[in-house]
């Protein structure tokens, strides 16, 4: 399923799929009633059972993460916005912050919103990662005023916030070299339409409410 995704770039309905998973449920459930009935089932009847099933589900999954950005995205939207341009980021915070040393801290963002010379455009939910520095490289953070934000934005209960970010419109560079860490490939396994950065200062709270009902 992952390779007929990758090579054929195009949308199968899901509807080309459904033989090959009932042929694999059906198989499956025979299985089960030779194993409950103590038989013994061959092996090439197993495999099919599972390549059947596994070639839909490895299709569709591959395709999530392959196929281009859709129109009124996150991800679609940045991408008509050139790299560099100054741009404001709002959404909720969506998992809890994590502190990355002294001087910086990353912030998932379920991006919702997007302010592009000074219009805002509303856009379909997707997660971006916020690398917030505290202070430049080499240097310390003094201003008490810095370490309460720090505080406020990196805790825990900062997970639901609604905030907006200052930043700048980044892309992904594409791999040169065989066998290089393809930073792109790493945000898409990981369901990410990129990764910006800020400085604290320019990370606003619009609303503080939490992410987790149970908490």
Not at 66 to 90: C, D, F, H, M, T
Not at 120 to 142: C, H, L, M, P, Q
Request: net charge positive; with cysteine.
């Amino acid at each position: 399923g992952i390779i007929l995704a990758i090579h054929a770039k195009i949308n199968i309905s899901i509807f080309i799929f459904l033989p090959f998973i009932f042929a694999g449920l059906y198989w499956g459930f025979i299985l089960l009633k030779n194993e409950l009935k103590w038989k013994e089932s061959l092996k090439i009847f197993i495999i099919l059972s599972g390549l059947l099933i596994a070639l839909p589900l490895g299709y569709f999954r591959t395709m999530q993460i392959q196929a281009p950005a859709k129109k009124g995205s996150a991800s679609y939207e940045l991408a008509q916005i050139k790299e560099n341009e100054p741009i404001v980021l709002e959404g909720k915070i969506s998992t809890e912050p994590e502190l990355r040393g002294s001087t910086k801290g990353d912030i998932t963002l379920k991006v919702n919103r997007i302010q592009y010379k000074n219009q805002w455009k509303n856009v379909s939910s997707e997660d971006a990662v916020i690398k917030v520095y505290f202070a430049r490289k080499g240097k310390k953070v003094t201003s008490k005023a810095v370490f309460e934000k720090i505080k406020e934005i990196m805790s825990i209960d900062a997970y639901g916030y609604l905030i907006q970010v200052k930043t700048k419109n980044r892309k992904v560079k594409p791999v040169k070299n065989p066998g290089e860490f393809d930073y792109k490939e790493f945000l898409t396994q990981n369901d990410w339409i990129g990764q910006y950065n800020c400085s604290i200062n320019d990370v606003k709270i619009i609303k503080k409410s939490s992410g987790n009902p149970i908490i």
